[in-house]
Nanobody, 121 residues
Framework: QVQLVESGGGLVQAGGSLRLSCAASGSIFSINPMAWYRQVPGKQRELVAA???????NYAESVKGRFTISRDNAKNTVYLQMNSMKPEDTAVYYC???????????????WGQGTQVTVSS
Protein backbone atom coordinates (compact mmCIF):
# COMPACT_ATOMS: atom_id res chain seq x y z
CA GLN A 1 0.00 0.00 0.00
CA VAL A 2 1.22 3.48 -0.87
CA GLN A 3 0.58 6.51 1.29
CA LEU A 4 1.12 10.17 0.51
CA VAL A 5 1.45 12.38 3.57
CA GLU A 6 1.35 16.16 3.14
CA SER A 7 2.52 18.84 5.52
CA GLY A 8 3.15 22.56 5.57
CA GLY A 9 -0.26 24.13 5.05
CA GLY A 10 -1.61 26.93 7.17
CA LEU A 11 -2.54 30.59 7.30
CA VAL A 12 -0.37 33.27 5.69
CA GLN A 13 -0.84 36.94 4.82
CA ALA A 14 -0.93 38.10 1.23
CA GLY A 15 2.59 38.47 -0.07
CA GLY A 16 3.90 35.80 2.26
CA SER A 17 5.31 32.33 1.65
CA LEU A 18 4.56 28.73 2.54
CA ARG A 19 6.29 25.47 1.71
CA LEU A 20 4.33 22.26 1.26
CA SER A 21 5.88 18.81 1.47
CA CYS A 22 4.52 15.43 0.44
CA ALA A 23 6.27 12.17 1.25
CA ALA A 24 5.32 8.91 -0.41
CA SER A 25 5.84 5.67 1.46
CA GLY A 26 5.26 2.00 0.77
CA SER A 27 6.53 -0.58 -1.65
CA ILE A 28 7.46 1.79 -4.47
CA PHE A 29 9.43 1.01 -7.60
CA SER A 30 9.15 4.44 -9.21
CA ILE A 31 7.07 7.60 -9.15
CA ASN A 32 6.54 9.67 -12.26
CA PRO A 33 5.32 12.35 -12.21
CA MET A 34 4.51 13.94 -8.87
CA ALA A 35 2.16 16.88 -8.73
CA TRP A 36 0.25 19.35 -6.64
CA TYR A 37 -3.42 20.13 -7.23
CA ARG A 38 -5.75 22.48 -5.41
CA GLN A 39 -9.47 22.75 -4.93
CA VAL A 40 -11.88 25.32 -3.57
CA PRO A 41 -15.47 24.48 -2.62
CA GLY A 42 -17.76 24.33 -5.61
CA LYS A 43 -14.94 24.20 -8.16
CA GLN A 44 -13.05 21.44 -9.91
CA ARG A 45 -9.69 20.34 -8.65
CA GLU A 46 -6.99 22.04 -10.73
CA LEU A 47 -3.37 21.24 -11.45
CA VAL A 48 -0.96 23.66 -9.80
CA ALA A 49 2.40 22.15 -10.77
CA ALA A 50 3.94 18.84 -11.78
CA UNK A 51 7.45 17.46 -11.93
CA UNK A 52 8.92 14.37 -13.58
CA UNK A 53 11.62 12.18 -12.10
CA UNK A 54 14.04 13.89 -14.47
CA UNK A 55 13.14 17.31 -13.15
CA UNK A 56 10.94 18.64 -15.97
CA UNK A 57 8.23 20.90 -14.62
CA ASN A 58 5.02 22.54 -15.68
CA TYR A 59 2.90 25.10 -13.90
CA ALA A 60 -0.55 26.59 -14.03
CA GLU A 61 -0.42 30.06 -15.56
CA SER A 62 -1.79 31.56 -12.35
CA VAL A 63 1.24 30.46 -10.31
CA LYS A 64 4.09 30.83 -12.78
CA GLY A 65 6.90 32.91 -11.36
CA ARG A 66 5.55 32.59 -7.81
CA PHE A 67 5.49 28.85 -7.06
CA THR A 68 8.32 26.35 -7.46
CA ILE A 69 7.92 22.58 -7.46
CA SER A 70 10.86 20.33 -6.64
CA ARG A 71 11.43 16.73 -5.60
CA ASP A 72 13.89 14.50 -3.82
CA ASN A 73 13.79 11.20 -5.66
CA ALA A 74 15.77 9.39 -2.98
CA LYS A 75 13.15 10.35 -0.40
CA ASN A 76 10.12 10.03 -2.70
CA THR A 77 9.19 13.53 -1.62
CA VAL A 78 7.83 16.48 -3.55
CA TYR A 79 7.80 20.10 -2.40
CA LEU A 80 5.89 23.21 -3.38
CA GLN A 81 7.46 26.53 -2.48
CA MET A 82 4.79 29.22 -2.66
CA ASN A 83 5.91 32.86 -2.69
CA SER A 84 4.10 36.16 -3.22
CA MET A 85 0.92 34.45 -2.22
CA LYS A 86 -2.49 35.91 -3.04
CA PRO A 87 -5.93 35.43 -1.46
CA GLU A 88 -6.97 33.53 -4.59
CA ASP A 89 -4.38 30.88 -3.73
CA THR A 90 -6.61 29.86 -0.81
CA ALA A 91 -7.60 26.23 -1.31
CA VAL A 92 -7.06 22.69 -0.15
CA TYR A 93 -3.83 21.49 -1.74
CA TYR A 94 -3.46 17.85 -2.70
CA CYS A 95 -0.37 15.87 -3.55
CA UNK A 96 -0.72 13.36 -6.41
CA UNK A 97 1.69 10.73 -7.63
CA UNK A 98 1.72 8.14 -10.41
CA UNK A 99 3.32 5.17 -8.69
CA UNK A 100 4.68 2.00 -10.22
CA UNK A 101 4.92 -0.78 -7.64
CA UNK A 102 6.97 -3.10 -9.86
CA UNK A 103 9.05 -2.57 -12.94
CA UNK A 104 6.74 -4.36 -15.39
CA UNK A 105 3.46 -2.94 -14.06
CA UNK A 106 1.43 0.09 -15.01
CA UNK A 107 1.45 3.13 -12.76
CA UNK A 108 -1.44 3.85 -10.41
CA UNK A 109 -2.56 7.26 -9.23
CA UNK A 110 -2.42 8.02 -5.53
CA TRP A 111 -3.59 11.11 -3.64
CA GLY A 112 -2.75 12.68 -0.33
CA GLN A 113 -5.38 13.69 2.19
CA GLY A 114 -5.08 17.40 1.42
CA THR A 115 -3.79 20.34 3.39
CA GLN A 116 -5.57 23.67 3.84
CA VAL A 117 -3.82 26.81 2.68
CA THR A 118 -5.44 30.14 3.56
CA VAL A 119 -4.12 33.49 2.37
CA SER A 120 -5.55 36.52 4.15
CA SER A 121 -5.77 39.91 2.49
Amino acid sequence: QVQLVESGGGLVQAGGSLRLSCAASGSIFSINPMAWYRQVPGKQRELVAAITSGGSTNYAESVKGRFTISRDNAKNTVYLQMNSMKPEDTAVYYCQANVRLRAAEVAYSYWGQGTQVTVSS
